[in-house]
């Protein structure tokens, strides 16, 4: 069974960065694709970013690219994501997840998801 732990959220102030980490217990981090998504109050959950299993390939939302990246240690069952020139719209509740069975870019094809950590960005 998959158990992901997300830390790293927090307050910063607009242009400043964050980095997140995702813990995976699972037995098969190694050999499944990893991504993060986020929701903002009243809005949908959307997609980040996201990792293939052997980290050489990565996918981002057009609103993140060149300011986020997205990266794995296999070695350690965890993935992050580093957060740089923040903007206010980038607060939400970030959410890492595993074993996609479909489309990456879809909430409903990711099968195993964290608890979330709050990120907030003030202007």
């Keep these: 069974q998959v158990q992901l732990v997300e ?3 927090g307050l910063v ?7 997140l980490s995702c813990a995976d217990s699972g037995r ?10 986020r929701q903002a109050p009243g809005k949908e959950r959307e997609f980040v ?6 980290g050489g390939s990565t996918f981002y939302a057009d609103s993140v ?10 070695a350690k069952n965890t993935v992050y994501l580093q957060m740089n020139s923040l903007k206010p719209e980038d607060t939400a509740v970030y959410y890492c997840a595993a074993d996609p069975e ?3 870019y879809l909430p409903d094809d990711w099968e195993a998801w ?10």
Excluded: C, H
């Design 28 to 37: 098969t981090f190694s050999s499944e694709p990893m991504g993060w998504f």
């Design 13 to 19: 102030q607009a242009g400043g960065s964050l980095r």
């Design 7 to 9: 830390s790293g959220g």
């Design 102 to 104: 479909g489309d990456y």
């Design 49 to 54: 970013a996201a990792i293939s299993w052997s």
């Design 114 to 123: 964290g608890q979330g950590t709050q990120v907030t960005v003030s202007s």
């Design 65 to 74: 690219k060149g300011r986020f990246t997205i990266s794995r240690d296999n």
